[in-house]
T-cell receptor
Framework: EDKVVQSPLSLVVHEGDTVTLNCSYE??????LLWYKQEKKAPTFLFML????IEKKSGRLSSILDKKELFSILNITATQTGDSAIYLC??????????FGEGTQLTVNP | GAVVSQHPSRVICKSGTSVKIECRSL??????MFWYRQFPKQSLMLMAT?????????EQGVEKDKFLINHASLTLSTLTVTSAHPEDSSFYIC??????????FGPGTRLTVL
């Protein structure tokens, strides 16, 4: 059975802090790893990672995948209150099925 | 980015009734759509994979007779929760696959069964 584990489950920081969110996985027929941000409604796409060691970057967010160790990290630098959300890691297997982790609830306080 | 809509966004119904949720890809054709369920403070759980013109593939533990899925066209999939009970109250989210396996999520439907 495919499995995705995220840590920490909950994180509270102050504005300006840098955070690192972790995602490890065990998946048969791995195709890609995806990060999503979920606020009040459906998840919004952040990154798709398919190759090891190549950092993807978007503004203050960046992510990297290690396919040998089966994990990924999502970094957020200079956090802002608007970054408060649940961050979901999902792994895509064959047939485009996504298995989601439990998510990390990030709270950024002013 | 591509747009996926869901209707209704929120529904409240009495126990024992059936509820239909629509998922539409508005600006692309989706041969595959997915239905997820999310309980409070939990992650998304895949319920089923909906393929246009064929039967849906259900995940283990999801009752196919209770959660009826119809993917009648390349832009529409429907999920019908039959004889809904309070434990079916949840947030139901669909996603649609575009080319290169990009998945786009709908805004979700909040179902409350009284």
């Amino acid at each position: 059975e495919d499995k995705v584990v995220q840590s920490p489950l909950s994180l509270v920081v102050h504005e300006g802090d840098t955070v690192t969110l972790n995602c490890s996985y065990e998946v048969t027929n791995f195709r890609s790893l995806l990060w999503y941000k979920q606020e009040k409604k459906a998840p919004t796409f952040l990154f798709m990672l398919t190759s090891s060691g190549i950092e993807k970057k978007s503004g203050r967010l960046s992510s990297i995948l290690d396919k040998k160790e089966l994990f990924s990290i999502l970094n957020i630098t200079a956090t802002q209150t608007g970054d408060s959300a649940i961050y979901l890691c999902a792994v895509e297997a064959s047939g485009s099925r996504l298995t989601f982790g439990e998510g990390t609830q990030l709270t950024v306080n002013p | 980015g591509a747009v996926v809509s869901q209707h209704p966004s929120r529904v409240i119904c009495k126990s024992g009734t059936s509820v239909k949720i629509e998922c539409r890809s508005l600006d692309f054709q989706a041969t595959t759509m997915f239905w997820y369920r999310q309980f409070p403070k939990q992650s998304l759980m895949l319920m089923a994979t909906s393929n246009e013109g064929s039967k849906a593939t259900y995940e283990q533990g999801v009752e196919k007779d209770k959660f009826l899925i119809n993917h009648a066209s390349l832009t529409l999939s429907t999920l019908t929760v039959t004889s809904a009970h309070p434990e079916d109250s949840s947030f139901y989210i669909c996603s649609a696959n575009r080319e290169f396996n990009e998945q786009f999520f709908g805004p979700g439907t909040r179902l409350t069964v009284l």
